[in-house]
Structures are given as C-alpha cells and as structure tokens.
C-alpha cells in the first residue's frame, strides 16, 4: 500500500497544470503548453535553457507552416534568435496566418528522441488547449521538479487502453419525450471529462437496444445554431425513443469532436477565412476526428448492453462498436436538421469522413 499517486492521477495533475499554465517536467524535461504560457514563466523558462528549448507542434500545423517534421506525427522546432512569446503564440495559433504568412524558415531537429514532445501534445490535446508546447530539454529533473513544487509525470502510452468509467449516480428525469426518463453520470478514472446516459423507459438487455452516440455540441444542442446538424439530431433520437418506448442516448462530453469549445470556436473563425470544417482542424494542428468513441461502447456494456441499433450517419461509429465487441444489429440512419448554412458542412462530411448520405 502507498499513498503516493498512480501514474494515471500523475497524468491528470500534469494536463491540469498544462491547463493552468503551470510547467510539468516529464522523463526529466520541462514541458508548458503555449497557449497558457505567461510572460514571465517565458522569461525564466528562456534563462533556465534557452539553448534547450524547443517549440512542439504537430505534424498537421507543422504542414501549414512549412516547418518538417521529421519524427512522424510532431515536429520538434528550434527556437530562432530573439524568439519571443508572440512569436510562439502565432505559431501555436493559426488565427493569425493569412495577415502575416511570413513565420518561418523553421528549423526541426531530426536526431534523438521525440518521446517526451509526443507526451507533451497529447496532454495539450487532453487538456482541450491548442496542441502545441514548449519544452526545456534535459532542465526538469526529479531534483528540479521537487524544489519547484512541479508534477512529474512518465512518457504517456501512445496506444491508450480504454478508459475505465464508473457510474457516479443516477435518477428518474421525466422528459418530454417519455415520462419514464432516467440520467446516469459515468466518471472516467483519469479524471477527464464526466459523460452521461439517458435512459428511456426499460430497455430489454436481451435485445439490440435503439441507441445514439451524441457528442456534445454547445452551439448546436443549447444555443440552436444553424451552423451544423446537432440540435435536431439530438432531439429526434430522443423523440424517436419516446415513440419506441426505449432507448439510450449517450451524451458524450467530447465537444468539437474532442478538441473542446475553445479551439471549436477557433475552428469556426478559420471556417470563416473560407477553411471546411477538416481542413480548420488542420490549420489548428488537429486530426479531423480526436474523439475516442469507444468509451461510448464502455458505457453501454457497463448497463448491461451488448447489441443496439445504432442511429447514426458515421461509419466510424458503427466499426468501433462491433470492435469493442457491442453488436449493431441496425444502422438507423438520422438525417435532420439540414440548413442552408449546414449543407457545406454535411457535404465535407460525407466526402472527407464518409459519413453516409
Ligand atoms: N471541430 C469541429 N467540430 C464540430 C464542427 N461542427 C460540429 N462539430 C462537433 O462535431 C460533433 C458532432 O458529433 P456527432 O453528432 O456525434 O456527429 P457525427 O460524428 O457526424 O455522427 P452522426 O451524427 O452520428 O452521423 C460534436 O462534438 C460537435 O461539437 C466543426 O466545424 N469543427
Ligand atoms: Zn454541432
């Protein structure tokens, strides 16, 4: 028995630091996340290791950039003379590269490891900021870490395991689509994000369930906006649960397919500068897609599902569920919500995602 924490809760603490902009040292190196970056933690940062010092960006925003990436998926970037906080912030941000193109040459390193710089994104990406870090090489020390109050946390494992989630609590929400309502709240045990299911009626667990994977969509599911199919396709899955007696809706917390509202919002800006929705992802250093769906599986085997009728469009969806071993005996297609300001949206979708027409 130990009281220290797991590697698991050390991950946490570190991508909740990332978070607040306060440094982590991971495998003996100093990693900020840019986006939180202050002035003066720039300044210490620089005077602890400027030669050191390397800016993280994805493989993705590295392309928009014109900056190699010779380790696959990140690009580990020398810091130029004078470098400056501005000069990372618009390189982290695309916001700002069609007024000011010019931000390069960028220079990446290709020799030696790129393990910690890897560990240093995905925690951005975990942590729902621009994924893109600055890390201090070789500075951050277990000696280092403890005189500076720093978490230390191990290199993250590329290939993830899905997350284990546990029922917080639940009750009976009467809903106007079905009386018989009932929110479950599942907590995942890396302390992320909390998801819920709603519940109609008694489903039979016996028999493939009417089911939806909802992720979540501020902007769609609350405010109405046109700009995509959300809202309406939240709404009929429930009614259509309602008619049918039973189902369950999965209420996913994966806002922006899993990059969260803040970089969506960035996203939406970029989609205005005449960017689709795949290629805004890009620009931001994001993959299309960073949700991990088989969390929704998860939650449907911990209430005692194993085959649904999935409602959905997505095919992504549909092979997730048969690889984590629930059955989808129907693929109930969902198609609502189409709007004049969406129709471009759902077209890149089913050109770029395949999501069926
Ligand atoms: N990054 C990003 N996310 C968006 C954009 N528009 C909508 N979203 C998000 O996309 C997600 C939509 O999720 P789902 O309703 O599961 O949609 P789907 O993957 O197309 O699958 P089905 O609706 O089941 O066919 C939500 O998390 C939205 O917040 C966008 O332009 N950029
Ligand atoms: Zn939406």
Same mark, same amino acid.
């Given at each position: 028995?130990? *009281?220290?924490?797991?590697?698991?809760?050390?991950?946490?603490?570190?991508? +909740?630091?990332?978070?607040?902009?306060?440094?982590?040292?991971?495998? %003996?190196?100093?990693?900020?996340?840019?986006?939180?970056?202050?002035?003066? $933690?720039?300044?210490?940062?620089?005077? *602890?290791?400027?030669?050191?010092?390397? *800016?993280?960006?994805?493989? $993705?925003?590295?392309?928009?950039?014109?900056?190699?990436?010779?380790?696959?998926?990140?690009?580990?970037?020398?810091?130029?003379?004078?470098?400056?906080?501005?000069?990372?912030?618009?390189?982290?941000?695309?916001?700002?590269?069609?007024? +000011?193109?010019?931000?390069?040459?960028?220079?990446?390193?290709?020799?030696?490891? #790129?393990?910690?710089?890897?560990? &240093?994104?995905? /925690?951005? @990406?975990? &942590?729902?900021? /621009?994924?893109?870090?600055?890390?201090?090489?070789?500075?951050?020390?277990?000696?280092?870490?403890?005189?500076? =109050?720093?978490?230390?946390?191990?290199?993250?494992?590329?290939?993830?395991?899905?997350?284990? /989630?546990?029922?917080?609590?639940?009750?009976?929400?009467?809903?106007?689509?079905?009386?018989? =309502?009932?929110?479950?709240?599942?907590?995942?045990?890396?302390?992320?994000?909390?998801?819920? #299911?709603?519940?109609?009626? !008694?489903?039979?667990?016996?028999?493939?369930?009417?089911?939806?994977?909802?992720?979540?969509?501020?902007?769609?599911?609350?405010? =109405?906006?046109?700009?995509?199919?959300?809202?309406?396709?939240?709404?009929?899955?429930?009614? !259509?649960? %309602?008619?049918?007696?039973?189902?369950?809706?999965?209420? /996913?917390?994966?806002?922006? $397919?899993?990059?969260?509202? &803040? +970089? @969506?919002?960035?996203?939406?800006?970029?989609?205005?500068?005449?960017?689709?929705?795949?290629?805004?992802?890009?620009? *931001?250093?994001?993959?299309?897609?960073?949700?991990?769906?088989?969390?929704?599986? !998860?939650?449907?085997?911990?209430?005692?599902?194993?085959?649904?009728?999935?409602?959905?469009?997505?095919?992504?969806?549909?092979?997730?569920?048969?690889?984590?071993?629930?059955?989808? #005996?129907?693929?109930?297609?969902?198609?609502?919500?189409?709007?004049?300001? +969406?129709? &471009?949206?759902?077209?890149?979708?089913?050109? @770029?995602?395949?999501?069926?027409?």
């Amino acid at each position: 028995m130990t *009281l220290r924490p797991t590697t698991a809760e050390r991950i946490a603490r570190a991508r +909740n630091d990332l978070r607040i902009g306060v440094p982590v040292c991971i495998a %003996g190196s100093v990693v900020v996340a840019v986006e939180s970056l202050s002035q003066s $933690r720039f300044d210490a940062l620089m005077a *602890l290791g400027r030669d050191r010092a390397r *800016l993280v960006l994805t493989e $993705r925003r590295a392309a928009t950039l014109r900056a190699r990436a010779y380790d696959g998926d990140v690009a580990r970037i020398v810091l130029p003379e004078g470098a400056t906080l501005a000069w990372l912030r618009a390189s982290a941000d695309p916001s700002t590269d069609l007024a +000011n193109p010019m931000k390069g040459p960028y220079h990446s390193d290709r020799e030696g490891s #790129a393990d910690v710089h890897r560990a &240093a994104i995905a /925690l951005c @990406k975990q &942590a729902f900021l /621009l994924p893109a870090a600055l890390v201090i090489e070789g500075a951050g020390d277990d000696a280092f870490a403890a005189a500076n =109050g720093f978490t230390t946390a191990p290199l993250l494992d590329p290939d993830p395991e899905v997350v284990v /989630l546990d029922e917080a609590s639940a009750a009976r929400v009467p809903l106007e689509v079905s009386a018989a =309502g009932r929110v479950h709240v599942f907590r995942p045990r890396d302390g992320a994000e909390e998801h819920y #299911a709603i519940e109609i009626g !008694q489903p039979d667990r016996t028999q493939p369930v009417l089911s939806r994977l909802h992720s979540a969509c501020f902007t769609g599911d609350v405010i =109405g906006s046109l700009k995509c199919d959300c809202g309406p396709q939240l709404r009929a899955a429930l009614a !259509q649960m %309602g008619q049918e007696g039973h189902g369950v809706l999965l209420y /996913l917390n994966q806002e922006g $397919r899993g990059i969260g509202l &803040a +970089n @969506k919002m960035r996203a939406y800006a970029l989609q205005d500068q005449g960017f689709d929705t795949v290629e805004a992802n890009h620009r *931001l250093g994001f993959e299309d897609d960073e949700r991990d769906f088989r969390i929704g599986a !998860q939650i449907l085997k911990s209430l005692g599902f194993s085959a649904v009728r999935l409602m959905t469009n997505n095919p992504g969806k549909v092979r997730m569920m048969e690889g984590e071993g629930v059955q989808v #005996a129907e693929r109930v297609p969902l198609r609502v919500g189409e709007t004049e300001q +969406n129709a &471009a949206y759902l077209a890149t979708k089913a050109a @770029k995602s395949g999501h069926f027409l």
